[in-house]
T-cell receptor
Framework: AQSVSQHNHHVILSEAASLELGCNYS??????LFWYVQYPGQHLQLLLK??????LVKGIKGFEAEFIKSKFSFNLRKPSVQWSDTAEYFC????????????FGKGNQVVVIP | DGGITQSPKYLFRKEGQNVTLSCEQN?????MYWYRQDPGQGLRLIYY???????QKGDIAEGYSVSREKKESFPLTVTSAQKNPTAFYLC????????????????FGPGTRLTVL
């Protein structure tokens, strides 16, 4: 079964600080990778995704993620956060050769202090 | 307006009662999913359906049931057998990717918060 690990469930940082959230998965084959974000009181929405090609993926709101196959990782980064980035972030993995379902990590609760 | 709707937003039920959560989508998506979200647990898959009249158990299906009689609807029933039903329930749908045949981005509804009294 696929599993997804996200560390440091609670992250608190100041505006303009850099953010990096780790995501590691256990599946060894071809994977599709996603980061979702849930802003307070809003729907869960897609931040970015990786299917193939350039392993450095750009998403919305200045976020990017890098797929490192040898490390089974898909870490999310933003060079300079804003107060509006306060949210919960979820990494998810889909194995296309499997049964077409997503496995989610436990999430990172990020609080940005103005 | 295309999207996924879930109703009601808040739901209270007494212990021992079954309750059905609604999920409707007008995106013409093939696959639909039900997740349960608990603090610090992420999203856990309850049931999913890739096509009408077919569905599969997820990781935590015990105490839940679903049906998929129409493409746009995927209701979830929380039965009295579910030991810890108080949670936030999320419905999602996804088209089937045209290029690879694999599933693409999942789109989520606003969720239903169920509280068992």
């Amino acid at each position: 079964a696929q599993s997804v690990s996200q560390h440091n469930h609670h992250v608190i940082l100041s505006e303009a600080a850099s953010l990096e959230l780790g995501c590691n998965y256990s599946y060894g084959g071809t994977v599709n990778l996603f980061w979702y974000v849930q802003y307070p009181g809003q729907h869960l929405q897609l931040l970015l995704k990786y299917f193939s090609g350039d392993p450095l993926v750009k998403g919305i709101k200045g976020f990017e993620a890098e797929f490192i196959k040898s490390k089974f990782s898909f870490n999310l980064r933003k060079p300079s956060v804003q107060w509006s980035d306060t949210a919960e972030y979820f990494c998810a993995v889909n194995a296309p050769s499997g049964n077409n379902r997503l496995a989610f990590g436990k999430g990172n609760q990020v609080v940005v202090i103005p | 307006d295309g999207g996924i709707t879930q109703s009601p937003k808040y739901l209270f039920r007494k212990e021992g009662q079954n309750v059905t959560l609604s999920c409707e989508q007008n995106l013409n998506h093939d696959a639909m999913y039900w997740y349960r979200q608990d603090p610090g647990q992420g999203l856990r898959l309850i049931y999913y359906s890739q096509i009408v009249n077919d569905f599969q158990k997820g990781d935590i299906a015990e105490g839940y049931s679903v049906s998929r009689e129409k493409k746009e609807s995927f209701p979830l029933t929380v039965t009295s057998a579910q030991k810890n039903p108080t949670a936030f329930y999320l419905c999602a749908s996804t088209p089937r990717s045209r290029t690879s045949g694999n599933l693409d981005t999942q789109y989520f509804g606003p969720g239903t918060r169920l509280t068992v009294l």
